[in-house]
């Protein structure tokens, strides 16, 4: 018998006054998986988090979380949850240690279970030698790993990460990615959001792609790409806008099964299933450009198709 899922959303909308951030967005988390709400800044991802985890009340629609209703069952449903919100919201008067014990109270656990788990934790997000220290002094990355290790006190069914690496650098984010790869081991379900494509790429099971508060794609990254974009992209970037605008018309022209041209900044770029064949094309036409890359179609390539903007939009 197929296991339920833990968390539901059909129709779920949520206005504030006469702006519409969710707009009846249908959507299900099966136990287990990384599921992932992707899109740009302002798209609903956040705002939809927050329903999830019962601190915004749905406009409209039908949400269920863990099967229970978030408006009528909030507590039983936050107390199984682990949370890890955009901002950090760690105290930083308090030690690394205390900041966890400190949270494991707030669930009614026993003294020696919070200890024995704060332990456990720390040595999982690799801050066993920083037990001591107060919060301020530690790095990006480091308050990130607290905070995802503060979420796991409670031992929670499902975890909340909103933009869960924004503003750290890549090996902080490679850090903080690796341990959700361990959380997913252990069969623990995670919820994201996030605007890196590469992140979705990365940590996402299956994801749907929001913009303007709607659901505009759903699936695997991979389904994704086979689905809405080209095997290949030929980037060709220009020195000039006059010279970008000259090349526009004969690649538009090019045929050998170019399927779309897109202009991002100083950059054209050409989607076809054979980008080199493409590329040669673009240079026997007349088309002069500072750089060439050939590459592999990706999830931002997916977003562009879809929506015509990119992710700082």
């Not at 170019?258 to 202009?263: G, S």
């Amino acid at each position: 018998m197929p296991l339920e899922p833990l968390v539901a959303g059909r129709g779920l909308t949520k206005q504030f006054r006469d702006f519409t951030a969710v707009d009846g967005i249908d959507f299900t988390v099966e136990p287990g998986e990384t599921f992932g709400f992707l899109g740009p800044n302002g798209a609903g991802k956040t705002t939809a988090m927050r329903m999830i985890g019962c601190v915004s009340p749905r406009s409209g629609g039908d949400l269920r979380v863990l099967g229970m209703d978030p408006e009528v069952d909030g507590a039983r449903i936050r107390a199984r949850l682990g949370v890890v919100p955009q901002q950090d919201t760690l105290d930083s008067d308090l030690t690394v240690w205390d900041n966890l014990v400190i949270y494991g109270r707030y669930f009614g656990l026993p003294r020696s279970v919070i200890k024995t788990r704060a332990k456990e934790l720390l040595e999982f997000v690799q801050l066993t030698e920083r037990r001591s220290s107060k919060v301020d002094p530690l790095s990006g990355g480091m308050k990130r790993r607290l905070t995802i290790a503060r979420a796991l006190i409670n031992q929670p069914e499902l975890i909340l990460l909103d933009e869960p690496t924004t503003g750290l650098d890549p090996q902080a984010r490679h850090l903080v990615w690796e341990r959700l790869w361990q959380l997913k081991a252990q069969g623990v379900t995670q919820v994201l959001t996030t605007h890196y494509m590469d992140e979705a790429e990365q940590l996402c099971d299956r994801l749907v792609i929001m913009d303007r508060g709607r659901i505009v794609a759903e699936g695997s990254p991979r389904e994704l790409i086979e689905t809405h974009a080209t095997r290949e992209v030929v980037e060709l970037r220009f020195d000039t806008a006059e010279a970008r605008a000259a090349a526009l018309p004969k690649v538009e022209s090019l045929g050998v099964g170019v399927q779309r041209v897109e202009q991002v900044g100083d950059r054209i770029l050409l989607y076809a299933p054979d980008g080199e064949k493409a590329s040669d094309a673009a240079g026997a036409a007349g088309v002069s450009a500072s750089a060439v890359l050939v590459r592999r179609a990706s999830l931002e390539d997916v977003f562009l198709m879809l929506t015509g903007r990119t992710l700082e939009d």
